[in-house]
């Protein structure tokens, strides 16, 4: 949710001073590296949240908001109930290029979010113990929106991830107002407007349920 009235503070430098509020609960991994390196206690989680992924993404959109629905949705599917995904052990496969707009970037904030990487990723402890490269890999699954499938290599379950993006609401009229934010020219009343459309598609696709749907691939 935006908040438009808030003011930062110049002289803090040491957390970051959000603008917006995003309310929807964290993702919780397992990370055996981390465990065995002693950065966390055996089955402690490392914690995910959104603004996490607009760190990672460098701001906050539609794009990046259904990552992290893309993300959560397949890996509640593959680990339900109590159980915490473990990274190293979840491949992703992109439905489309990695030059394309929206999959490049959507598959670098899972891959943020899961571990699964390229060729360039971390090869993991002795013996490869949280290994996380060659995880991640592009093709064509040949379905409408955005699809991504999410495999646990411990047990080979699969399941389809797609995010419905035709679905996505326009932001509005005072998007248009975004030329002026980049150029420094937007009035307080333009900049106030232009956030309060963008953030509410961004919630839009945070909060709704028909924006991202979850397939098993079990027998495929």
């Not at 598959?107 to 490869?128: C, I, K, Q, W």
């Not at 093709?139 to 679905?167: C, L, N, P, S, W």
Request: glycine fraction near 12%.
């Amino acid at each position: 949710m935006s908040n438009p009235t808030h003011e930062s503070d110049p002289t803090n430098r040491d957390r970051t001073d959000w603008n917006v509020d995003y309310d929807i609960d964290p993702i919780r991994l397992r990370d055996p590296a981390a465990e065995a390196l002693a950065v966390l206690e055996p089955g402690d989680p490392i914690v995910i949240t959104y603004a996490d992924v607009v760190k990672a993404a460098g701001h906050s959109c539609p794009t990046a908001a259904g990552a992290y629905r893309i993300a959560k949705a397949g890996l509640e599917a593959l680990y339900p109930g109590d159980e915490l995904p473990v990274r190293g052990d979840v491949e992703v496969l992109a439905g489309g290029p990695q030059d394309d707009p929206a999959y490049g970037v959507t598959a670098r904030l899972l891959s943020y979010v899961t571990g699964a990487a390229g060729e360039d990723g971390f090869a993991g402890l002795a013996g490869g113990h949280g290994g996380r490269k060659n995880l991640l890999h592009y093709g064509a699954i040949g379905t409408d929106g955005i699809v991504f499938e999410f495999t646990r290599t411990d047990t080979d379950e699969t399941v389809r991830v797609t995010y419905h993006v035709a679905d996505v609401p326009s932001g509005g009229p005072a998007v248009d107002n975004l030329p002026k934010l980049i150029d420094g020219t937007a009035t307080d009343d333009e900049r106030e407007a232009f956030a309060a459309d963008w953030h509410g598609r961004v919630d839009a696709v945070l909060e709704g349920d028909r924006y991202v749907t979850v397939d098993s691939q079990s027998g495929d």
